[in-house]
């Protein structure tokens, strides 16, 4: 049974690497299918926009339509790396952001005994990229998709490893959505390994809790971390699989939800919903505690936070 | 120079409490001060609101303006004790929440540690009000205070202590309200110990403070806690002085803003303004940490939080 403690020391139990260039080229990939997955990510649900705002216009204004479409913007990481954060604000997605980074340095004290092979000298390098979208139509979901490659340390002690996952956060009750992204999910994960989809919806649906609510954040999907099978490209497949399911398998629900009519009383639950869903990031979020307490970038760390929320 | 170490140190070297009756006269005492002070607030904040309908309706419609007053919402807590909720939400107060609450029980062995006079069996008593203010109108600021009245351990050996403060936070610039609410609190804390406001000023801009945006959340105030002069009456007064002067201090601050006229980019200001709040609460909040933590009701701790936010 994959277990977290098992995988951390599968981790630290690999063998040296020989050859420098072997983890450089490994790195160069994985960066280059972020950027890939993120073009391909901001391409098809630019997509969708269009395709809604031409619905909803005259069809004969097709090639006037012309925005929203992602904007750019670049940030450097005191320390090492950087990123790109792509913001789109739509009809369909009132903010959908995606993020991608590759930074390099030091963990701090503090930190480096957390990280499996940073004990010592605290390197790491890291790359990833991370979506969410939040939806103008209450009917469709919010969405979370994250994948990246960490190495740490030095030399030919270097450790190496993928994690990511996605998750569905329905505002309204849609049983329909979450079986169907289940559904996908568990395909992908059954070509690689049968053990996958049980423990990565377990280990997806204990996250993503809000135990001061006693609430689930959403309907949950995979998450994964410290994977490493020592088959390098079988792994990097099962990511590659997973980002690409993840916009396919989002793409479809939200194409089949954006028309649907929705009033005050079902876009009111959406913004109340959307609160949870920043108390869970903001109090438990490793991702976003670890990247502010290490100096990480705010705007792309707190991307992730909808665009707008209510509390009542 | 006071300090916290030295604020511990003395209430943990607190001679033993002869008589159970004269620690429970306190207890009540206590209790009964933040019952009425809660009770002023609310009558006070609920003028402000009707002058404004009367104002903004025809004069002759006075009689008519019934809503919207306080709704109060009782909760107990699990382990003992319990609280009320009031909410009031208006034209002038877009939400403002006042809560008292008296909780008793034992720590948990996690947080028994952090508390003088906890450490050992982990019984407290603690009995406290808070308030938080949020505006419609974008020129009137924000507003905080809370005070609380502390005891733990057992029999003879029991510790007790104040705490609380009060804090503003402008929307926009407005130099004018930050130093009348400044000087209103200097002039409390000068009444019982020049040392005080200097302190409790540094340690609320020290705990108001977001390191990830590296700024600010408002223009500050006090911020007091481990108040123990070994003369309770004097720090009792000093207390109600605290919860007394907010009431009246804000009240003028909000009078004389209320009226000004504001635009959609000054609103829009205001509720990317009300972002930046939720992320101190919800990321550092020591009261909010510890409370979600320690099985608090959520509702009543989370009542902080602004109506309407934005993110963008």
Redesign the interface.
């Known amino acids: 049974m994959i277990n977290k403690k098992k995988l951390i020391e599968n981790i630290l139990n690999q063998p040296p690497i020989n050859q420098n260039t072997e983890i450089d080229k490994k790195k160069t990939l994985a960066e280059n299918w972020f950027v890939n997955l993120r073009d391909q990510i901001c391409n098809d649900f630019t997509k969708i926009e269009y395709n809604f705002k031409i619905k909803n216009n005259n069809s004969e204004k097709v090639t006037e339509v012309k925005s929203p479409i992602f904007t750019q913007k670049k940030w450097d990481r005191d320390g090492g790396g950087g990123g790109v954060i792509s913001i789109m604000k739509g009809d369909v997605f009132e ?1 959908v952001g995606v993020n991608i980074s590759t930074v390099y340095g030091k963990f701090s004290d503090k930190f480096k005994s957390q990280i499996p092979g940073a004990e010592k000298t605290g390197d790491f390098w890291a790359s990833g990229i991370s979506v969410v979208a939040h939806m103008n139509n209450p009917f469709v979901p919010a969405a979370h998709m994250n994948t990246r490659f960490l190495v740490t340390g030095l030399g030919e002690n270097r450790k190496f490893w993928f994690g990511g996952g996605c998750d569905l956060t329905p505002m309204l009750p849609d049983k329909k959505s979450a079986i169907f992204f289940h559904k996908n999910l568990k395909s992908i994960c059954d070509k690689y390994n049968k053990e996958y989809y049980e423990i990565y919806k377990k280990w997806c649906d204990d996250y993503f809790f809000l ?3 006693n609430e689930a954040r959403g309907v949950g999907g995979i998450f994964f971390d410290y994977l490493n099978t020592f088959e390098w490209d079988m792994d990097f497949n099962f990511v590659k699989d997973v980002g690409k399911t993840f916009l396919e398998t989002y793409s479809k629900i939200v194409d089949e939800r954006v028309d649907q009519k929705f009033n005050d009383e079902e876009k009111n639950i959406q ?1 109340v919903k959307r ?1 949870r869903y ?2 869970f990031n ?2 438990y979020d490793r991702g976003t ?1 670890f990247g ?1 307490n290490t100096g990480g970038n ?1 705007e792309a ?2 991307m992730s ?8």
Do not use: F, S, Y
């Not at 936070?305 to 509390?311: D, E, F, G, S």
């Open positions: 903010k135990p001061h609510r913004l609160g920043v108390e903001l109090l505690i502010l705010p760390i707190l936070l909808p665009p707008n929320v209510k509390w009542e």
